[in-house]
Nanobody, 120 residues
Framework: QVQLVESGGGLVQAGGSLRLSCSAS????????MGWYRQPPGKQRDLVAV???????NYADSVKGRFTISRDNAKNTLYLQMNSLKPEDTAVYYC??????????????WGQGTQVTVSS
């Protein structure tokens, strides 16, 4: 079994910064793609940023230049540095990882989510 646990969410004023972390644990052989998604109230969950095991990144247009995704492969940990936050960034942020385990060739796993609220 694999667990993803996010941390770092909270309340911040517009223009401020937050850093999210996501720690993966369990029977992990390797982690391929990792990413952050977010779901604003009453809306669908959308991709924020993704990073491959080799470090290639991709961002949603709405966060380019403000957010930075990174990972520490030795610690199985994913990060999202969020700068210049806007009220429209308010959402529950979810960590996602494609994980290879001893029993499964590969599967998508999700964290429980962490709330980010940006006040104007």
């Amino acid at each position: 079994q694999v667990q993803l646990v996010e941390s770092g969410g909270g309340l911040v004023q517009a223009g401020g910064s937050l850093r999210l972390s996501c720690s993966a644990s369990g029977s992990i052989l390797s982690i391929n793609r990792m990413g952050w998604y977010r779901q604003p109230p009453g809306k669908q969950r959308d991709l924020v940023a993704v990073i491959t095991s080799g470090g290639t990144t991709n961002y949603a247009d709405s966060v380019k230049g403000r957010f930075t995704i990174s990972r520490d492969n030795a610690k199985n940990t994913l990060y999202l540095q969020m700068n210049s936050l806007k009220p429209e960034d308010t959402a529950v942020y979810y960590c996602n990882a494609f994980v290879v385990t001893p029993s499964v060739l590969g599967g998508d796993y999700w964290g429980q989510g962490t709330q980010v609220t940006v006040s104007s």
